[in-house]
């Protein structure tokens, strides 16, 4: 039995539907309504759909994806924020360049598995680190058209972290004629430092990769890792976009980005992946 009084229970009635039909109150349902159908929308829900089943098939390989889902998310705050614009054209070109996104994050998750496949063959179970090694060198190759070369004995790779950052910007910045080769050098004068010419990415033996740096970002300084930062910086070299301040500008803005991303999946419980640990120098240029 309800137990408030009638007339209170009219004014509440005429309350909650003078809220409704509040211009404020239509605005926002409007706006909710907008969301729901940018995220519905046959050709986003198609690609997020295809999307989702990369990432579960990755995680059934044992893969991270971690990097992943960080820039998925990217994109579907993206087209959050594509809700808000009052410009159709404008919320149009934004939702197109989200749909762009993902469609690539699709097919770098897509790269990934067919290496994988490629490099178990007939194998159970998850790989190990050394075939998990070959299978990322295998999805540079495939995926971002890469020559690779490595001193013989040579581990400290980082192959997953290079195809991670690979995947972390637009395709068209990273697979150019700009960028043709990754090399890797175990001299001591270059630990924990990278280097870009003649259409090649240089990295140095940066150890277990664990190292981070402070790297001023919007004029403040974020702890980030050294592997990923230099990573970063070189393939904003090889980017062309970057010649008048050496790559610096280029690199803040992703940094800027992978920063967005990762206070926002912290705000959903998700670990992110800059911790605290040895300092390693800045890449070289």
Known sequence: MNS????????AARSDRKSAWTPWGRLLQSATEFVSKLFSAPEVAEVQKQLRGEVDTLEKLGLGTDRLKFDWADQEQALVDAAKLTDASGCDAAVKRARKRLEQLRDHAQALAQA?????????GTPDDAQKSTIYQ?????????????????????????????????????KHRKLKKLSYTDDKNWKGS?????????MGDFGNAKGTENYEVDGKKVPANSFDV???HEMGHASGRCQKDHGQAWCQVR??????????HHRRRHA???QEGEQ???GAD
Request: glycine fraction near 10%; aromatic fraction near 6%.
């Open 4 to 11: 408030t009084a009638p007339s209170q229970r009219r004014r």
């Open 116 to 124: 994988t496949k490629k490099v178990m063959g007939d194998a159970k």
């Open 138 to 174: 295998k999805a540079l190759k495939e995926r971002y058209g890469l020559k690779i070369e490595v001193p013989k004995g040579m581990s400290n790779t980082h192959f997953d972290r290079v195809f991670d950052m690979m995947g972390a910007v637009p395709r068209d910045q990273t």
């Open 194 to 202: 990278g280097a870009y010419g003649g259409a090649e990415i240089l």
């Open 230 to 232: 230099t990573t970063l």
């Open 255 to 264: 940094m800027r980005r992978l920063e967005a991303r990762e206070r926002r």
């Open 272 to 274: 992110g992946p800059f």
């Open 280 to 282: 390693c120098r800045q």
